[in-house]
Structure formats: structure tokens, C-alpha cells
């Protein structure tokens, strides 16, 4: 065991933010009593703008800059992150370092005047923050409006109540851990809507460097959770993927079978890639990687360039 005896956690200062952080220090206090956990809460860009969309204005890795920046300079030990909020291709001289145990990955349609998205009337207006959220919820209801929804969680729900949307779609993890799961309507099938690679899920992020720290996080990491999005993030990975393209992907475990079902969408939902992939768990990663292969075959490269280059709209295959 190390000599450790002190930790700093970096974590955003949104509300959903800090649940998870102050989870973590728990879970670390209760494993090691000896530690002594702070927080040190920092305000990202991804925070500061809030009237652009995250695909407009480089990403979600808006959200964890700053927080990296507290790592390299020695203001905090970890970093506590929503894995879908880590890059898939995470660099020296960070690491992702414990993945904890997932809870629910579905979304949430949340909504005051409806139980889910196949009673909403034709024209009524949906909020959602995703282009994959987008994408999936175009496909299957046209006559819907989606709206771009940004703000934490608080915020969103506060642009529903005041009547700015008929409705929205939200992480359902997100919504249970703050205590809001009452606000849930309803959850969408996975059918329906395949959650991103990582939702509901919490990553730890280090520097590569600290071997100690790597040992007593290692101790917090979920084995189930970390095969399963060890797929999903290999797909990302493979495709090239951010927020700035509409990838889904999840897996299950049974067994010690990792199920994984991916999906590469146009934003208006016009076409939908999907392919599934089945295997061990010690093959996690290549499953991901022939996932994404899969989809490439289907034309997903089309789509990934045309969203490159918005002038050239992807070709329809179907």
C-alpha cells in the first residue's frame, strides 16, 4: 500500500459534477481511511459556452481541459469525468485510469404532458444536447422538431418547465443520481435510442505517471463495466468519433460474452448504420474495432466525411 495520505479530486462545479465527485471520495475514504480526499472545483469552457452547440465548438472534450491542466500542474491528483465526456484517443501523458461500475446507460424522455416520444403531435418540439440523441429520434419520429438543449441538467429542465420544449431527452443516470429520477416519463428502449460509448458510467483520469495512484484506483474499477466500455470506446476510437458525429454504442455482458451493438447515423436520421458483434471479454477492444469496420462497409465513411465537410452531403445508399 502507499504512502499516500492526502488526494485532490478536479472536478467541474456543476451540481451532476459534483455528486460524482464527492461519490468517488467516498468510495476512496470508505476503502481508505487514511486518505484525506479534497475537491478542487474548476469552471471548462465546455461550462462557459452555452448558446453553441458542443459539435459547433470542439467537443466534449471542452469539459475536461481544464481539469487535465490541474493534473499536469499539480493541483489535483485525479480527475473525476461522465466517460462519455472522455476522448476515446486519450494521450500521453494522461490515463484513464479506474472505470466504476455502471448505472442505468439508458436516456430519459422527461416531458410535463407526455409518458414518451410516440405520443408526441406532429411539430412538437424536443430538446436534446446530442446529435446521436438527434439522429436516432429523426429516424423513427419525422414530425418531430428537434432543438439543440444546452445548459447542466438544472438549466434543461428549467428551459422545459418555462414551455421552451414539448419535451426532452436527458441521461437517465444523471437524472437518478442528482434524486431527479421522478422527472423521468419514461426510459427509451435501447432499440430505440443506443446510448453513447461510456453512459453511465464514471472514469478516473491521471497522469500515466503516478504508478501509485494507479494501484489505489485500480481497487475502484468494475470489471464487467470496464469490458463492456472498453467495446464501446473502441468503436469511437476506430471511427474517428466525437459529438461532432452521431455514433452510438453499447454492450452487455453475460457470462463473459460481450454483446455489442454500434451505430453510425446522418443527423437527420435519413440513414441509419448499425452492426453487432459478439465475443470474450478479453476481446473487448477488437470487438469494437470489427464493429466499426462492419459499419464502414455500409458507407459510414460517407457520412463521417461529409460531416468534415458539411458542403457535401453524405451520399444515400439506401
Known sequence: MTELKKLTIATRA??????????????????????????????????????????????????????????????????????????????????????????????????????QLSQLPAGAVVGTSSLRRESQIRAVYPHLVVKPLRGNLDTRLSKLDKGDYDAIVLASAGLERLGLGDRIASRLEVAESLP????????????????????????????????????????????????????????????NAVTLNALVATPDGKRVLRSTRTGGAEEADQLGVEAAQALREQGADDILAALQDPSQPPADKT
Open 14 to 115: 456543476s451540481r451532476l459534477a459534483l455528486w460524482q465527485a464527492h461519490h468517488v471520495r467516498d468510495l476512496l475514504q470508505t476503502r481508505y481511511p487514511q486518505l484525506q480526499v479534497e475537491l478542487l472545483e474548476l469552471t471548462t469552457k465546455g461550462d462557459q459556452i452555452l448558446d453553441t452547440t458542443l459539435s459547433k465548438i470542439g467537443g466534449k472534450g471542452l469539459f475536461i481541459k481544464e481539469l487535465e491542466t490541474a493534473l499536469v500542474d499539480g493541483r489535483a491528483d485525479l480527475a473525476v469525468h461522465s466517460l462519455k465526456d472522455v476522448p476515446v484517443d486519450l494521450q500521453s501523458p494522461f490515463a484513464l485510469a479506474a472505470v466504476l461500475q455502471r448505472a442505468d446507460p439508458t436516456d430519459a424522455f422527461v416531458s410535463s404532458n407526455y409518458q
Open 196 to 255: 453513447a460509448a461510456g453512459q453511465g458510467a464514471l472514469g478516473i483520469e491521471v497522469l500515466e505517471t503516478r504508478a501509485e495512484l494507479l494501484e489505489i484506483l485500480a481497487g475502484l474499477a468494475d470489471p464487467a463495466t470496464t469490458a463492456c466500455v472498453t467495446a464501446e470506446r473502441a468503436v469511437s476510437r476506430t471511427l474517428g468519433g466525437s459529438c461532432q458525429v452521431p455514433i452510438a454504442a453499447y454492450a452487455t455482458l453475460t457470462d
